[in-house]
């Protein structure tokens, strides 16, 4: 859990980088199996979003944190990063509003990097 923790805030910093937008932290640890936290972050662009996923995948990378499997990165509308216990989605602005993971995932807590 810990390792979790500080591995969303790397990545949180890493998105904020790359003036991500809107980035939610869900903690899903009492929801799902699949992992303890999913960020949820825009870009504004494909350039943009593509950015975002190398910062994360290069600050994560230099912490010790090697990526599990990385997915939409060509179309970057909606690019998946798998860490185990992070999970990051990062879209441009239709794709997120279209999938609205927020609210599939509204069982989850939101929190505040503050709070990790």
């Known amino acids: 859990m810990q390792n979790s923790r500080e591995m ?4 949180v910093t890493a998105l904020e980088d790359k003036k991500a937008e809107n980035i939610k932290i869900l903690n899903i640890e009492t929801v799902s199996t699949l992992a303890d936290y999913f960020i949820i972050a825009g870009g504004s662009n494909r350039n943009q979003v593509q950015a975002m996923c190398d910062n994360v995948e290069e600050t994560l990378g230099r912490a010790g944190y090697p990526e599990c499997k990385i997915e939409g990165y060509a179309s970057a ?10 999970v990051i989605h990062l879209f441009d602005e239709e794709n997120r509003l279209f999938y609205d993971l927020e609210r599939i995932w509204r069982d989850g807590k939101t929190v505040s990097v503050e709070e990790l």
Do not use: Q, R, S
């Open 8 to 11: 969303t805030k790397l990545a």
């Open 77 to 86: 509308n909606w690019i998946l990063m798998d860490y185990g216990d992070l």
